[in-house]
């Protein structure tokens, strides 16, 4: 394996285990949604939101131009929200306080399955590691991410330097 594949890799892992856990409370939370006007379809169990939509469950909060949600019937809590803009934008804050933020101009949130799927110039970024790719995926309880090029963009990763504390930097 060639040296810069192995550094990649290796740093994709540190920026994964930085991930912290999402508030463990949010899905047992209500989903509140806020927007200038709103259509449902009750034959498809479909709610459709438009004109600066926001959708807030415990911490996590979407903003978007447009929002979709379908509830199978009969089973609440198995929600599938679709959300637009340009871009899209996701956050939510980690059991340790960190806020996780994430965009890109389609967002599919799977409320039972607590999943995230972002989709067109994503981008998901937490204490300023960063992922960006056509595709990102991200199952919030099991903290698994998974982001995807295109054929016009390569994946990237950032990675911010560790900050020593003063008596660590001290005792150097």
Known sequence: MKRPLVKALAGAMLLFSHYSLALSSDTEQPIYIESESQHLDMATNTVTFTQDVVLTQGSIKI???????????????????????????????????KKLHG????????????????????????????????????????????????????????LQPTTKSP??????
């Open 63 to 97: 903003l978007a131009d447009k929002l979709v949600v379908i509830r199978p019937q009969g089973q609440e809590g198995d929600e599938t929200i679709e959300a637009f803009g340009k871009p899209a934008t996701f956050e939510q804050t980690m059991d340790d306080g």
């Open 103 to 158: 965009e890109a101009y389609k967002l599919r949130y799977e409320v039972g399955n607590e999943f995230l799927k972002m989709s067109t110039n994503a981008m998901l970024e937490q204490a300023g590691n960063q992922v960006e790719g056509n595709v990102i995926t991200y199952q919030i309880d099991k903290q698994q991410l998974v982001a995807e090029s295109d054929s016009n963009k390569r994946v990237t990763t950032i």
């Open 167 to 172: 008596s660590e930097s001290e005792s150097q």
